[in-house]
C-alpha cells in the first residue's frame, strides 16, 4: 500500500534595524502509515525574536516552540531565552531553555541552562568553554532537548552538569 510521505517545512524572517523576527512551520507525514489511515502528522512551529544593542556587540533573543508529536497525548511547548555580550576579542553566553510537559503527563518537563565563553586568537581561530546543567521532572523522557536515549541524562528525576573546552578554526578562503 502506498504511504503518506509528503513533509511541508516554511519559515519567514524580518530584519529591521536592531530587531529580528522569524516564524516557521513544519508538518512531516506519518512515514509507513498507509495512506487513509487517520493518524496525525508531526507538526512544529517556532517564533522567535532578537534585539541587537550596544553597537551590535550585545543581543538578547528568545524562542517560543510548539510540538505536536501526533496522537493526543504528545503535545509540549518550550522556550528558550538567551543573551551574549562581545568584549574586545572574547564573548560570553547565557542561556535558558524550558520544556513544559508533555501531554498530560504532569511532571514530565525539563530546564536547561548553559554558559558559554569564547576567546578569539586570529580571525580564523578561536578557544571555547562550555558549562551547563539539565534537570529533569520525575516523569520525563531522558530525550528532552533533542538528547536521545539517555546518552546525557540516564534517568527522569535527575539532573546532570556538562563542560567542554574547544578550539574552532575556520580553514575557508573568506
Do not use: C
Amino acid at each position: 500500500p502506498k504511504t503518506d510521505q509528503n513533509t511541508i517545512a516554511m519559515a519567514v524572517n524580518y530584519k529591521q534595524g536592531p530587531i529580528e523576527l522569524t516564524g516557521a512551520y513544519s508538518s512531516l507525514g506519518e512515514k509507513g502509515v498507509p495512506v487513509g489511515t487517520t493518524v496525525e502528522d508531526d507538526v512544529a512551529m517556532k517564533f522567535g525574536g532578537k534585539f541587537f544593542f550596544m553597537d551590535n556587540q550585545a543581543w538578547v533573543s528568545a524562542v517560543y516552540e510548539d510540538l505536536d508529536s501526533g496522537g493526543t497525548n504528545n503535545d509540549r511547548t518550550g522556550l528558550y531565552v538567551a543573551a551574549l555580550m562581545k568584549m574586545g576579542q572574547s564573548t560570553i553566553g547565557i542561556g535558558y531553555a524550558l520544556a513544559d510537559d508533555e501531554g498530560t503527563t504532569t511532571d514530565s518537563g525539563a530546564n536547561l541552562v548553559q554558559l558559554q565563553l569564547k576567546h578569539n586568537l586570529s580571525k580564523s581561530t578561536g578557544v571555547f568553554a562550555q558549562f551547563g546543567s539539565l534537570s529533569l521532572d520525575k516523569n520525563a523522557a531522558t530525550d528532552a532537548f533533542g538528547l536521545r536515549n539517555g546518552a546525557f541524562v540516564s534517568a527522569a528525576d535527575k539532573s546532570a552538569t556538562y563542560m567542554g573546552v574547544g578550539i574552532v578554526t575556520d580553514f575557508s578562503s573568506k
